[in-house]
């Protein structure tokens, strides 16, 4: 099976341009979430998506968002990017039925804001 | 407010000591506690889960809900554990993971 994918996985930026980092889960896998990894404040939960619906949001300003689609691949957008968006995305999927569902992780996009 | 604490950046011992890497938490109902572990040049992954009372690679963790402790335990570390080690919850009806800073345990020959 494969795992979990995610595109790109670098990507170099400018401040205040827009950005949109892409997630395909494990097949059969129908929860989504998204996290940012940086150095200073560790994995942070971003948002989490089940069935195309946001289930979950973590507390990112709201040019941070994201969504998901029907197959289950999801995407996740940012907008005026800033310097302190520079990190590492993280997405993970699981089945999503119960919290206690195995999160698979993917490789991470890179991203670097100049 | 839900937070987890991993009060060790880093661990250090020889192959063949005992390992303990902390995990407490704080969190009003009841959660489910995770460990994961990222190897170098590797994606995160799961360790284990309280829920499965399960022992993976010689580890285990015992939940203390008195304590609010979820430490991470091995009674011989082997230089392949080296690797950076996060404890995590996660609440009722959600998929989303609240992570500790992490562990970074560094086993040596």
């Known amino acids: 099976k494969a795992g979990v994918t995610q595109t790109p996985r670098y990507l170099i930026k400018t401040r205040g341009q827009q950005v949109t980092l892409s997630c395909s889960p494990i097949s059969g896998h129908r929860s989504v979430s998204w996290y940012q990894q940086t150095p200073g404040q560790g994995l942070q939960f971003l948002f989490e998506?089940?069935?195309?619906?946001?289930?979950n949001k973590g507390n990112f300003p709201g040019r941070f968002s994201g969504r998901q689609f029907s197959n289950s691949r999801s995407e996740m957008n940012v907008s005026t990017l800033e310097l302190g968006d520079s990190a590492l995305y993280l997405c993970?999927?699981?089945?999503?039925?119960?919290?206690?569902?195995?999160?698979?992780f993917g490789p991470g996009t890179r991203l670097t804001v100049l | 407010a839900q937070r987890v604490t991993q009060p060790e950046k880093l661990l250090s011992v020889f192959k063949g000591a005992p390992v303990e890497l902390k995990c407490n938490y704080s969190?009003?109902?009841?959660?489910?506690l995770f460990w994961y572990v990222q190897y170098s040049r590797q994606r995160l992954q799961l360790l284990l889960r309280?829920?499965s009372r399960e022992s993976i690679k010689g580890f285990t963790a015992d939940l203390n809900k008195g304590e609010t402790s979820f430490h991470l335990k091995k009674p011989f570390a082997q230089e392949e554990d080296s690797a950076m080690y996060y404890c995590a919850l996660s609440s009722y009806n959600t998929d989303k993971l609240i992570f500790g800073t992490g562990t970074r345990l560094q086993v040596f020959p």
């Open positions: 998506y089940f069935s195309e619906t946001q289930r």
């Open positions: 969190y009003s109902g009841s959660p489910e």
């Open positions: 993970a999927s699981s089945l999503g039925g119960t919290n206690t569902d195995t999160q698979y």
């Open positions: 309280h829920i």
